[in-house]
């Protein structure tokens, strides 16, 4: 069965104080492993997909890393228009539909 | 990228009344989703809508509770029929396009009372 989990829960972050978020997944035949950014109230935003092992994407101050088993969000120097929700989603042989993990709460402080 | 037009975008209904919720996206698109957020969980898949056939969808939804519509390569419609409190989520509508970005809409944000 596949299953997807995001750690940690929740981060609450300084300005400035560069962390990692952790995607762990088993995805049968990965199409994809997409990152979102969602605000409360909000829809979730896309950030990123990544495709095999090895692949890496930035954008701002935020990098996603992709591994067979596991994806990083890398947040560096963050600011307080980072907190968010993050959330991935990797896209196995169901064509077309994401899974979902529960999300990383980030919250980042003056 | 798709910019996605999602209506009503919240909406308070009275229980055993249904809901019709529109998506409408700026582009052909040929993957359109809709998932349901319940208050502080993560996304769960409601359906596949396919252009002009029955929805597929997931374990846990049937069709006489959440039909689906989806009459071209732009527009769908979720209904949330004969609704109780249990219901009351965030509805999205989401789109793939070229298999390769999926894009959500704003959502609606539905109270059941």
């Known amino acids: 069965e596949d299953q997807v989990t995001q750690s940690p829960e929740a981060l609450r972050l300084q300005e400035g104080e560069s962390s990692s978020l952790n995607c762990s997944y088993t995805?049968?035949?990965?199409?994809?492993l997409f990152w979102y950014r969602q605000d409360p109230g909000k829809g979730p935003e896309f950030l990123f997909t990544?495709?095999?092992a090895g692949e890496e994407k930035e954008k701002e101050r935020l990098k996603a890393t992709l591994t067979k088993k596991e994806s990083f969000l890398h947040i560096t120097a963050p600011k307080p228009e980072d907190s968010a929700t993050y959330l991935c989603?990797?896209?196995?042989?169901?064509?077309?539909?994401?899974?979902f993990g529960a999300g990383t709460q980030v919250v980042v402080t003056p | 990228s798709a910019v996605i037009s999602q209506k009503p975008s919240r909406d308070i209904c009275q229980r055993g009344t249904s809901l019709t919720i529109q998506c409408q996206v700026d582009?052909?698109?040929?993957?359109m989703f809709w998932y349901r957020q319940q208050p502080g969980q993560s996304l769960t898949l409601i359906a596949t809508?396919?252009?002009?056939?029955?929805?597929?969808?997931e374990s846990g939804f049937v069709i006489d509770k959440f039909p689906i519509s989806r009459p071209n390569l732009t527009f769908s419609t979720l209904t949330v029929s004969n609704m109780s409190p249990e219901d009351s989520s965030i509805y999205l509508c989401?789109?793939?396009?070229?298999?390769?970005?999926?894009?959500f809409g704003q959502g609606t944000r539905l109270t059941v009372v």
């Open positions: 989401s789109v793939l396009t070229e298999y390769t970005e999926a894009f």
């Open positions: 995805v049968s035949g990965l199409r994809g």
């Open positions: 990544l495709y095999s």
């Open positions: 989603a990797p896209r196995g042989d169901s064509w077309g539909k994401l899974q």
């Open positions: 582009s052909q698109v040929t993957m």
């Open positions: 809508a396919n252009q002009g056939s029955e929805a597929t969808y």
